[in-house]
């Protein structure tokens, strides 16, 4: 249970962490100092490496999450509420992933920043939306063991 738990918060970490980054302190730092096309580049290449650590991040919390899961019997109202919630966000990574993510990277390599723009806009909201999940996952994970 201990490794899950460690695979669990380090995927967590990872994902959650940059999300916060990328939303709070990359993206819009990126915004007011590079036109367009750079800022676009930019962030495609940067969602390219870090969608890498994305997929193992989901692979890692869905694995040992089902595992702890399945230790527990019937898990605590919390530990549902949050795999509901990790689930929602898993589904929302995949949309990013295949669609406004997909129309960005089109959008860089033939260079219509417009559409690109669009694209990033879209991926700003739902990470968004991610990043607001995940910060509640965290304190529902860490404050619901209290209202047992």
Known sequence: MI??????ILGFTVWVGG?????????PTAATVLEPPQRLTLLSGVFSKF???????VALILGSGLYMMALMGKPPLYVTLMSVIGIVM?????????????????????????????????????????????????????LGPLLQ
């Open 3 to 8: 490794i899950a738990k460690f695979l669990h």
């Open 19 to 27: 999300m916060f980054f990328a939303h709070n302190a990359l993206r």
């Open 51 to 57: 969608f890498v650590w994305v997929w193992i991040s």
């Open 90 to 142: 898993m589904l929302i990574f995949g949309h990013i992933f295949f669609a406004p993510y997909r129309r960005l990277l089109r959008a860089v390599a033939a260079q219509e920043w417009k559409a690109g723009g669009a694209a990033m806009a879209t991926i700003r909201k739902l990470v968004g939306i991610n990043l607001i999940l995940g910060l509640v996952t965290i304190v529902i994970g860490t």
